[in-house]
């Protein structure tokens, strides 16, 4: 882990009123923890394949931006940030990203309608939200 860039990280979230929400490709700039996200699967695929999954959709032309949502922002000091909620901003179906998300194994992926948006995501873009969701 880069202990510099998660320090940054913390700092810049703490500054964000709740909930906190990072551009995905900043949520895992120096990350390797395991525990940062998808902690609750049996067989984690590791950070990579998370980093990777999530590169490959947001280079899509379906998809404008995606987005960690942070349950926890400082779990310790040789800890990253913690998210369970993604959210993917643009017109791809909910099918074709459970179908892109499906080596990840979230527990959910659908509209964040249902699922509440963050006014700040509401407010900065006017396309659907999709939500990927571990517990």
């Not at 990072?22 to 895992?28: D, H």
């Not at 120096?30 to 940062?36: P, T, V």
């Not at 609750?40 to 990777?52: K, S, T, V, Y």
């Not at 006017?126 to 990927?132: E, F, G, N, R, Y």
Request: hydrophobic share 40%.
């Amino acid at each position: 882990m880069d202990t510099t860039k998660r320090n940054n990280l913390v700092e810049q979230l703490s500054a964000q009123p709740e909930p906190q929400l990072v551009p995905i490709e900043t949520f895992f700039d120096g990350n390797d923890d395991l525990g940062s996200i998808g902690c609750n699967l049996m067989d984690h695929p590791g950070i990579d394949a998370f980093r990777e999954t999530f590169a490959r959709v947001a280079r899509r032309r379906d998809v404008e931006a995606v987005y960690a949502q942070i349950a926890e922002l400082d779990p310790g000091d040789d800890c990253w940030p913690f998210s369970d909620t993604v959210f993917v901003v643009g017109s791809i179906h909910a099918d074709e990203l459970a179908a892109e998300l499906k080596t990840l194994e979230p527990d959910e992926v659908g509209s964040a309608e249902d699922f509440g948006i963050p006014e700040t995501l509401s407010q900065k873009h006017s396309s659907p939200i999709l939500v990927a969701w571990w517990d």
